[in-house]
């Protein structure tokens, strides 16, 4: 194992995992810190190990504390170049946190230069000039400024990473990359000897990604969204450090269930066109919040509809959030539909459910949860930056099949072409 990843939430995780291993790479996926040996992952033909962590909107302190035993992991398995994976459009605070997990990598590895190379021009994220656009609108007039979360309200990145972090953040433009890798190699040193640290790295299309891998292939430590990952594997492939071995994965004819708590716009009309023809229940955040046989509820409901799988959803629009947020508090009520999701994820995979599909980041960190799998294999992509996942190590050997979709990503059928992969 060459490469290792630390993510900041599972979706964003699976999505650089799948960018990964359609590039040619052979990549496991980790749920948390693993607890198996590293002794035991170097038996395994893997060229990348990606930790799944759930630090986008922790604490600070937390957030870099889970990423440094990451790292550690990630080092003892023999990984020699890293990658701290965020989301493609820069979802954080001015606070962090990707500034400060940033910094405390780098002063780990006892580094002094990385990038940040955020975007994904195939799913519509591009920067230029260090301006990130969303399909063509500035990141603040893209729908992220109304993220509950991590609303997004200055699309200028140099910017938004100087609030962040203690360190100088620079750029490397669309000119200079234009200019090849050597060009991109002589700006980093010239922004090192200015003083700063960080620096942007604008995108405008795919192919970029080879010229910008191949001018930071040598630098140890690098950041961004999935799209980075495009240009990796190559590098490797030509320094003879891919392995030979393929993963496969298995079919699994078990019950399938669709769970959602994204409110992205892109999830929300997901959801519109899946249950016009299946079953689906609505999870409302008043129901969340004070019905406490809300998750018994729910999965009598599912096994009425066991075999045609059904979807189970607590999205909503962005009116309707931002008042029950006022009316519950944000963090509470993000607490409770995530304590939901991971309980009923429990008892399902009790049942005779082993194919689960998940909408939302911070959702899907908690079906992963529920559901006890600790590994996942990367298979074949579904849609740009979702690829289908399995766990070779299921409890009683049981397969589980599992989909993470960040809330932006897939077409508006996605839920249907994600049950077709399994089946």
């Known amino acids: 194992m060459k490469l290792g990843?630390?993510?900041?939430?599972?979706?964003?995780?699976s999505d650089i995992a799948n960018n990964l291993k359609k590039s040619g790479m052979q990549v496991s996926m980790y749920a948390g810190i693993p607890t198996l040996l590293p002794s035991e992952i170097k038996k395994e033909p893997t060229d990348a190990a990606v930790i799944a962590l759930k630090t986008r909107t922790i604490p600070i302190e937390e957030a870099i504390s889970e990423s440094l035993k990451?790292?550690?992991?990630?080092?003892?398995?023999?990984?020699?170049?890293?990658?701290?994976?965020?989301?493609?459009?820069?979802?954080?605070?001015?606070?962090?946190?990707?500034?400060?997990?940033?910094?405390?990598?780098?002063?780990?590895?006892?580094?002094?230069?990385?990038?940040?190379?955020?975007?994904?021009?195939?799913?519509?994220?591009t920067v230029y000039f260090?301006?990130?656009?969303?399909?063509?609108?500035?990141?603040?007039?893209?729908?992220?400024?109304?993220h509950p979360l991590t609303p997004m309200t200055d699309h200028n990145l140099v910017r938004w990473l100087n609030y962040q972090t203690k360190n100088n953040v620079g750029l490397i433009d669309f000119q200079t990359i234009s200019q090849g890798a050597n060009s991109i190699k002589e700006k980093i040193q010239t922004l090192k000897t200015d003083g700063y640290k960080y620096a942007i790295v604008d995108t405008i299309k795919n192919d970029n990604f080879d010229i910008i891998c191949n001018g930071v292939k040598d630098l140890p430590f690098l950041t961004g969204g999935s799209g980075i990952a495009l240009g990796l594997p190559k590098i490797y492939k030509d320094r003879g450090l891919l392995s030979a071995?393929?993963?496969?994965?298995?079919?699994?004819?078990?019950?399938?269930?669709?769970?959602?708590?994204?409110?992205?716009?892109?999830?929300?009309?997901?959801?519109?066109?899946?249950?016009?023809?299946?079953?689906?229940?609505y999870v409302s955040p008043d129901e969340v919040i004070n019905n406490e046989d809300l998750v018994e509820k729910v999965f009598s409901w599912i096994k009425d509809n066991e075999t045609i799988a059904p979807l189970v959803y607590s999205s909503s629009d962005t009116k309707t959030v931002t008042e029950k947020q006022k009316q519950y508090g944000q963090e509470i009520l993000a607490n409770k539909i995530e304590n939901f999701?991971?309980?009923?994820?429990?008892?399902?995979?009790?049942?005779?459910?082993?194919?689960?599909?998940?909408?939302g980041g911070e959702t899907s960190g908690a079906v992963i949860k529920g559901l006890g799998v600790q590994e996942l294999k990367i298979g074949e992509e579904i849609s740009h930056g979702v690829p289908a996942l399995w766990s070779p190590h299921s409890n009683g050997n049981k397969p589980i099949s599992v989909t993470l979709k960040s809330g932006n990503f897939g077409q508006t059928d996605f839920f249907e072409r994600a049950l077709k992969i399994f089946s």
């Open 245 to 281: 071995s393929n993963f496969e994965i298995p079919k699994n004819s078990s019950n399938a269930i669709i769970l959602s708590g994204s409110c992205s716009v892109a999830t929300i009309n997901q959801i519109n066109i899946y249950k016009e023809n299946k079953p689906s229940l």
């Open 5 to 13: 990843i630390i993510g900041d939430d599972f979706t964003g995780s």
């Open 70 to 125: 990451a790292l550690s992991w990630l080092k003892d398995c023999g990984c020699e170049q890293f990658i701290f994976k965020y989301c493609s459009t820069f979802d954080s605070t001015k606070k962090g946190n990707i500034g400060p997990v940033t910094d405390a990598i780098m002063e780990e590895l006892n580094i002094d230069f990385t990038i940040a190379c955020p975007s994904f021009p195939d799913a519509g994220r």
């Open 341 to 359: 999701f991971e309980l009923l994820s429990k008892k399902l995979v009790k049942d005779n459910f082993g194919t689960f599909i998940s909408a």
């Open 130 to 146: 260090g301006h990130m656009f969303v399909n063509g609108k500035p990141l603040n007039e893209s729908g992220m400024e109304n």
